[in-house]
């Protein structure tokens, strides 16, 4: 039944830029643009906090490092001098793509490695405070645009496909999202996951049944930063523009809402945050200027009154429909 439900859901994802045409709504395929694009980040942050009970205020560092890598990338390409001097430019997606998120990963494998020897609020901080350097990094560096941000004028090119038309942007993100999320699933469901869970639940017991507990912490959090570096570089395709802002620690915030009002700590919790955080962003923002304080009041209600997110309230709602049958 789950996997009845989740191709459903995918053929309908499939859908949407059929259904934006129809009804004359360009805005809805943006939306959905947006939602694929920012449940992967707020998936790969779930990986460490619901599974892995680490609590990281400083994960948009990644996700801005993966849309600086596509616009670094693509400025040296159109002005033909390599980076450094030794590494040629590029807009192809087969390669921006992957080098962004081995970027990403080696720069949370080098904040990991520094933050992950403390623990509680002192993790909090220190997330924190490496995410808010490397903001004032990007700002500082006027050869890539600085506080204005790089502008990405082209979409990264994809063989035989014409990334100029936004419906094939999408299918391309929709398709990527799949990949992301169906490798999310067999790392979850792993030894590995079954480690990092039990590692969440009593360290020193996993400790004392050989397991390193650092060891696999610093793998996890590697392995977020290159989803939230994905997630980066997808939206700087998307947007054609990377800022500093993308690192800014309020972006850390909106991930960390979208994985609280979804469900932390369930599977598909960050994608039902993510488009909820997203639609009633579109909502409250053409409804008032104090949309934020309409959307607070929001994310109480549903956090206290679920106990669990949107998540445990969908599970609840199919237990009592299942008994009613």
């Known amino acids: 039944m789950r996997l009845v439900l989740i191709l459903a859901a995918v053929i309908l994802l499939a859908l949407v830029p059929v259904l934006s045409d129809a009804f004359g709504q360009p805005a809805m395929l943006a939306l959905?643009?947006?939602?694929?694009?920012?449940?992967?980040?707020?998936?790969?942050l779930n990986f460490i906090l619901g599974y892995g009970g680490m609590v990281s205020f400083g994960h948009a560092a990644f996700f801005g490092i993966g849309g600086y890598v596509v616009g670094i990338l693509y400025a040296h390409?159109?002005?033909?001098?390599?980076l450094f001097g030794l590494i040629p430019g590029t807009n192809q997606l087969l390669i921006t793509l992957p080098v962004a998120v081995l970027v990403s990963g080696l720069a949370a494998a080098i904040i990991g490695a520094l933050s992950l020897r403390t623990g509680g609020v002192q993790f909090i901080m220190i997330t924190l405070a490496f995410a808010?350097?490397?903001f004032f990094l990007f700002v500082s560096l006027t050869a890539y645009g600085g506080e204005d941000g790089i502008i990405v004028?082209?979409?990264?090119?994809?063989?035989?496909v014409n990334m100029r038309d936004k419906a094939n942007v999408y299918y391309v993100v929709l398709a990527v999202a799949v990949l992301f999320f169906a490798a999310l699933w067999r790392v979850v469901h792993s030894s590995f996951g079954a480690v990092i869970r039990g590692i969440r639940q009593n360290e020193r017991?996993?400790?004392?049944?050989?397991?390193?507990?650092?060891?696999?912490?610093?793998?996890?959090?590697?392995?977020?930063?290159?989803?939230?570096?994905?997630?980066?570089?997808?939206?700087?395709?998307?947007?054609?523009?990377?800022?500093?802002?993308?690192?800014?620690?309020?972006?850390?915030?909106?991930?960390?809402?979208m994985v609280i009002l979804g469900g932390v700590g369930t599977f598909?919790?960050?994608?039902?945050?993510?488009?909820?955080?997203?639609?009633?962003?579109?909502?409250?923002?053409?409804?008032?200027?104090?949309?934020?304080?309409?959307?607070?009041?929001?994310?109480?209600?549903v956090v206290?009154?679920?106990?669990?997110?949107?998540?445990?309230?969908?599970?609840?709602v199919a237990r009592l429909w299942g008994g009613g049958k």
Do not use: C
């Not at 390409?77 to 390599?82: A, F, I, V």
């Not at 004028?153 to 035989?160: A, I, K, V």
């Not at 039902?272 to 109480?300: D, M, N, Q, R, V």
């Open 153 to 160: 004028r082209r979409t990264n090119e994809l063989p035989f």
């Open 77 to 82: 390409h159109t002005s033909g001098e390599p």
């Open 205 to 257: 017991r996993m400790a004392a049944l050989g397991f390193a507990p650092y060891r696999y912490k610093l793998m996890a959090f590697v392995l977020s930063g290159m989803g939230a570096g994905l997630a980066g570089a997808l939206m700087a395709n998307y947007l054609r523009f990377a800022s500093p802002d993308m690192l800014h620690w309020t972006k850390s915030g909106e991930l960390m809402i």
């Open 304 to 316: 206290l009154g679920t106990k669990g997110g949107i998540a445990a309230l969908v599970a609840r």
């Open 32 to 44: 959905f643009t947006r939602i694929l694009i920012y449940s992967i980040a707020a998936a790969s």
């Open 132 to 134: 808010q350097m490397l």
């Open 268 to 301: 598909f919790g960050p994608v039902l945050g993510t488009g909820a955080f997203l639609l009633l962003e579109s909502f409250l923002a053409g409804w008032s200027e104090h949309w934020p304080l309409a959307l607070g009041l929001i994310l109480l209600v």
